[in-house]
């Protein structure tokens, strides 16, 4: 081995060559940040009452009007059978002061015919004017009656409705993240809609929110392209749009 390295000379000198070309300088940005949904929204509820019932638990799959949780709807149901029975009770005024109406108009009818036929002899003006006044004045009733069961049957429809928001029920389709109620728990909704369910609408599209140094924030341009990486699948990079 000695002898032929001493006797065979240097080795030849070889070169590696390639074209010249011209291209772009990737310059890359590194940052780290917190990935959550593009969508999430809070369930909360409009009425006050004890929850009865809790239908779904962290991480179910729900679709946009599914049940959550019941609120106990036992004085909302008072309410309905009370705003019910008014609405009745109006829909008896309305009938019973349109046939007031009705007989003050045939008196008045028979009053005039009698004052035509008698060539205005009788009845008198005085009596005559009593009867028009009765009418007006059971128009103006029957009118009142009818204001009435308007308004039962409005206050009939919001009781209803209360009823139908003791369901509490989910605003999109998603995730449920968080769940902030039990069974036997007192919510109150006077003041601040309380949140009883946290929802993430779409967890196929995520939003990335990073803290990119001041000396690199220059290059950072909204519609670039780019790539991050989670803790969970190591060694797996996913794609990225920057939006602003």
């Known amino acids: 081995f000695v002898v032929s390295r001493c006797a065979g000379g240097e080795a030849a000198t070889e070169f590696v060559t390639a074209e010249v070309r011209r291209g772009d300088i990737a310059n890359n940005v590194t940052a780290t940040g917190n990935l959550a949904p593009t969508n999430q929204v809070d369930v909360g509820s409009e009425i006050s009452g004890i929850v009865t019932r809790v239908l779904v638990e962290v991480n179910d799959r729900v679709v946009k009007g599914q049940p959550l949780a019941i609120i106990d709807t036992e004085r909302l149901s008072d309410a309905v059978a009370r705003s019910r029975a008014t609405l009745a009770a109006n829909d008896a005024a309305v009938a019973r002061e349109r046939a007031t109406l009705g007989e003050a108009l045939a008196q008045l009818e028979r009053l005039e015919e009698v004052r035509r036929l008698s060539g205005g002899q009788v009845p008198s003006q005085t009596e005559l004017d009593s009867q028009r006044a009765a009418v007006t004045r059971a128009r103006s009733s029957l009118r009142s009656a009818e204001a009435n069961v308007v308004a039962a049957r409005a206050q009939l429809s919001s009781d209803a409705t209360q009823v139908e928001r003791a369901i509490i029920r989910s605003p999109v389709s998603g995730v449920v993240l968080k769940r902030s109620v039990d069974p036997g728990q007192t919510v109150q909704a006077s003041f601040n809609t309380p949140s009883l369910f946290i929802i993430a609408e779409d ?42």
Request: net charge neutral; glycine share 8%; hydrophobic share 40%.
């Open 203 to 244: 967890l196929r599209r995520m939003q990335l929110e990073v803290s990119v140094d001041e000396a690199d924030v220059g290059q950072v341009r909204a519609g670039q392209q780019a790539r991050f990486t989670v803790d969970a699948y190591p060694g797996r990079t996913f794609p990225a749009v920057i939006e602003r």
